[in-house]
């Protein structure tokens, strides 16, 4: 089994009046996957989309975006995350991950 980094994002609350839904996820790279809420989101509730990535065969800084498309005003945002990827020091093929960071880009894109 890969070792996958995941990282659980939580989008601010929907703050309009009318319900949205995301319509997909799409990462940038091979390495990275996406799975995201396919429920309908009310005005008031959160959605949320799951992003993991893979750092198998890497080593140092890794960013990742995560392009999120909606049917709300907004359209797209963009998700980032980024790190780096250490060796795990025991001499094994299984790194471990530090200074995981998750950012937006919010708007059209």
């Not at 890497?58 to 392009?67: L, S, T």
């Amino acid at each position: 089994m890969p070792f996958m980094i995941s990282i659980y994002l939580l989008p601010d609350r929907n703050a309009g009046e009318a319900t949205f839904h995301i319509l997909s996820a799409r990462p940038g790279c091979d390495c990275t996957s996406a799975v995201y809420d396919t429920r309908s989101v009310q005005p008031g509730d959160t959605a949320w989309v799951e992003v993991s990535y893979d750092p198998h065969g890497q080593e140092g800084p890794f960013r990742e975006r995560v392009r999120v498309e909606t049917d709300s005003p907004a359209g797209c945002n963009t998700l980032f995350i980024k790190g780096t990827v250490v060796p795990s020091g025991d001499g094994g093929d299984r790194p471990s991950a530090a200074r995981q960071e998750v950012g937006t880009a919010e708007g059209r894109d």
